[in-house]
């Protein structure tokens, strides 16, 4: 990085060299006598350098005899990933069970898996950002009683929202959003704004989103004639492309049919103009628009179905319908920051949702010999076992197999690393397992010195269909207890864009996408993302606007190789899969349970938090029998 710009891998003004990857936090921190403050870490983060090399070792053949090393810590509960799930089962673990031992182990430098939170020190004003899970989703509709009583036991009040998250301010400055066409793809750089499309989940109200009319805004595109005519009409038609066919029969060939090809297909749309759409499934589905199905996307709000006459799915309504507004400054970092407070006394100051926003938590607290709960960071487990009426389970912390014993265990990591942790699993289990191919996505939070060249083009979001960053926006804009967010466009702002690596493979199915997109991830370095973030911002809001070196103050890219879970595919997916696999997965296995979001084939915190408190409850009072002791 150049100029002005720092990556400010700096802990407690010292450099760090664990955003490259050269050390584990704690290890540094430890030679430096200071306890690791990973929030505030720039540079790769996610699944960051130093973070995953063991379990995929461990994916590639590598054997790990945990009977080599003497168990030195027995507990009531281990539970691996320190995710949203595996958090949650503490928590609801020590709710049956008050005076518990719980170790809690995560491979990661942070704990909240991707609920991560990004902290940014900006000319002495603390910006904040998410580097991962994002908001609520639908809280008063979509989640369970359980759910929303772990809510509640946190002081989490949803009511909250409404006033903490400013609805009105972009719309207030007269920001709309805006499509940037990419030379590469419709050979010009040209961004047009007044989009009239919904967000499959907005924050804008429908009645303050500053859009044009459909045909004049699509008036403005690079396109022909030809290909901008029939874009309208795929907005305001209410030509039916399937007459004839029942609801049944329609719904089954939308499942069937790509949301590409069905624009291609049923409306015949010019390659280009169907391109207008590709890169506008990214964030949500993490695949583009050849990816999902015409179901989903009749679904979810895309245009082209006005006269299909079909009813929307009700779960889907509710995301549409419910304003997206459930968000926390550092999203839904502060759900894990919330329950590593109540789990770990004393780690972090105050009681409020408002005060946990700003709140310092002092790493250094988070495993103290003693204390009820520990959590571990930068600990990869490798080995899971039921024995001798209790659990065995090894783990990897500065290349070193540790072991500890256990009473009972939930399994609350990626799903599809499980049957590399245990042999005594079934095959039906293991490939259940094992077909949970989670979508590698990233989110980039650059923090900039103000926001003024937004304001001069007139846009608070740019959709980029064709481009790296399929999605480039201004924070949602929150404050809570202490923390303000910038109001006026002469302040810092953190600034969202997501990429989603993508191939367009024709012929195979999501799967084997999401595993080659995964690979194309991994292979990126981070000079990749910054180069990319300099460049299409420039060309989107320069040239006079924008300037990169004069603006950008820092980086964080939150790299997720395993992101989304796998949420199903009618494309690719018999029909019943999406029941019959998970429920085939998440099998208890002696005295060990399986949780995350996974374990529902659902990418949400709620699903997260569902299936922490399945798996606690199968763990139930039978099981609960004193473990003996391991040499
Ligand atoms: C970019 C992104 C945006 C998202 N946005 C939203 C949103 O807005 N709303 C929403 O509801 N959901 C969202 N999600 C979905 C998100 O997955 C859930 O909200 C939730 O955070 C999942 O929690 P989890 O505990 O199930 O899994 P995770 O957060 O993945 O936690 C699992 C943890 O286990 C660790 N682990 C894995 N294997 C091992 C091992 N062998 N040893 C030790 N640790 C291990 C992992 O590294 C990870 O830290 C988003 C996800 C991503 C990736």
């Not at 008063?140 to 909250?160: F, H, M, P, Y």
């Not at 076992?385 to 265990?409: F, T």
């Not at 039906?428 to 010195?449: D, G, H, I, M, T």
């Not at 202490?482 to 493979?505: A, G, I, K, N, W």
Request: charged share 25%; proline share 6%; hydrophobic share 40%.
């Amino acid at each position: 990085m150049t100029g002005q710009v720092t990556r400010r891998d700096f802990l407690n003004g010292m450099a760090l060299a664990i955003a490259a990857g050269v050390a584990p936090s704690h290890l540094f921190a430890a030679r430096m006598g200071v306890a690791p403050y990973p929030p505030s870490l720039t540079g790769l983060r996610g699944s960051q350098p130093g973070s995953f090399e063991v379990a995929h070792a461990l994916r590639d053949g590598r054997g790990y005899d945990i009977d080599r090393v003497a168990a030195r810590e027995n507990v009531d509960l281990v539970v691996v990933g320190a995710g949203i799930s595996g958090l949650a089962a503490a928590w609801f673990w020590r709710q049956r069970r008050p005076n518990a031992r719980i170790l809690i182990l995560d491979n990661h430098a942070d704990f909240g898996g991707h609920a991560v939170r990004n902290e940014f020190n900006i000319g002495g004003r603390m910006l904040l950002g998410y580097g991962g899970s994002e908001s609520l989703q639908s809280p008063a509709t979509l989640w369970s009683e359980e759910a929303k009583g772990l809510l509640a036991a946190l002081a989490v009040d949803i009511a909250r929202f409404e006033t903490a998250f400013d609805q009105k301010l972009y719309p207030s400055l007269g920001l709309s959003r805006g499509v940037f066409f990419t030379r590469d793809a419709f050979g010009v750089d040209r961004l047009v704004t007044g989009d009239p499309m919904r967000m499959v989940a907005d924050d804008i109200p429908p009645d303050r989103m500053n859009a044009r009319a459909v045909t004049d805004f699509i008036a403005d595109f690079p396109l022909s004639a030809d290909g901008k005519a029939k874009l309208v009409s795929i907005y305001t038609s209410t030509r039916d492309p399937l007459p004839g066919l029942s609801a049944d029969d329609k719904r089954a060939l939308l499942e069937k049919t790509s949301y590409r090809d069905w624009l291609i297909g049923h409306w015949s749309l010019p390659a280009p103009a169907a391109d207008v759409f590709y890169g506008r499934t990214l964030d949500f589905f993490a695949v583009g628009t050849d990816g999902i199905s015409a179901s989903d996307a009749f679904d979810y709000g895309y245009p082209g179905f006005g006269g299909i006459g079909l009813e929307r799915d009700d779960e889907a309504k509710k995301e549409m319908e419910d304003p997206y507004i459930h968000h926390f400054p550092d999203g839904n970092a502060s759900i894990a920051r919330l329950l590593v407070r109540k789990l770990v006394p004393g780690v972090a100051p105050g009681s409020t949702m408002d005060d946990i926003v700003t709140a310092r938590f002092d790493y250094g607290r988070l495993d103290v010999e003693g204390a009820a709960t520990r959590l571990r960071t930068d600990s990869t487990v490798v080995a899971v076992r039921n024995r001798d009426g209790g659990v065995d389970l090894g783990y990897v912390r500065d290349g070193k197999l540790e072991r500890v014993r256990a009473a009972h265990c939930v399994l609350a990591c990626y799903n599809m690393m499980i049957p590399y942790l245990t042999k005594e699993l079934g095959k039906a289990q293991r490939e259940a397992l094992a077909s949970n191919v989670k979508a590698p996505l990233v989110y980039v939070k650059v923090a900039v010195r103000n926001w003024r060249p937004w304001v001069e083009r007139g846009v608070h979001e740019i959709a980029n269909p064709m481009g790296f960053y399929s999605r480039l926006k201004l924070d949602y804009p929150v404050s809570l207890g202490d923390y303000r967010f910038p109001r006026s466009p002469d302040e810092p702002m953190v600034l969202h864009l997501v990429h989603v690596p993508t191939l367009r493979l024709t012929g195979v199915d999501l799967r084997t996408r999401l595993r080659a997109a995964r690979a194309q991830l991994y292979a990126m370095p981070f000079d990749t993302f910054e180069a990319s973030a300099r460049d299409e911002l420039t060309r989107m809001l320069g040239p006079g606007g924008f300037d990169a070196e004069r603006d950008i103050a820092a980086i964080t890219v939150n790299r997720w190789g395993h992101g989304y879970s796998y949420a199903g595919s009618t494309l690719d997916d018999a029909e019943g899969d999406d029941e019959r696999i998970p429920a085939a997965a998440r099998k208890r296995v002696g005295r060990i349970a399986i949780a995350n979001g996974d374990a529902a084939w659902g990418p949400y915190a709620h699903a997260a938090i569902d299936e922490a408190h399945r798996a606690v409850g199968e763990l139930s009072a039978a099981l609960a029998k004193p473990v003996k002791a391991a040499r």
